[in-house]
Nanobody, 123 residues
């Protein structure tokens, strides 16, 4: 079973940067479409960025131009580079495999969520 462990969060001032990492274990190679979700306090989880197996990317409108998702299949790791951070980016960030149902990308129902990594943007 695939296990995903997120890291790299922390407290950062507005305008600052963070790089999140998601390490996958339990697999021999990362052959999945992958994404980063976030859940702000009191709100629903939302898909922020995704990358396909052939490295096509897509982003939530509010993070376009500021966030960048990448992958290193040799290390079974997915990254999220976050620049020009804003207080509204404050959330717990989770990585996930993604499946496409013909209309949208989804977290596989049978997959567990990791513990996430807290990102707090505040002065």
């Amino acid at each position: 079973q695939v296990q995903l462990v997120e890291s790299g969060g922390g407290l950062v001032q507005p305008g600052g940067s963070l790089r999140l990492s998601c390490a996958a274990s339990g697999i021999s190679n990362m052959i999945y479409n992958m994404g980063w979700y976030r859940q702000p306090p009191g709100k629903q989880r939302e898909l922020v960025a995704m990358i396909t197996t052939d490295r096509k990317t897509n982003y939530l409108d509010s993070v376009k131009g500021r966030f960048s998702i990448s992958r290193d299949n040799a290390k079974n790791t997915v990254y999220l580079q976050m620049n020009s951070l804003k207080p509204e980016d404050t959330a717990v960030y989770y990585c996930s495999r993604l499946n496409y149902d013909g209309r949208r990308w989804l977290h596989p129902p049978g997959d567990s969520w990791g513990q996430g990594t807290q990102v707090t943007v505040s002065s």
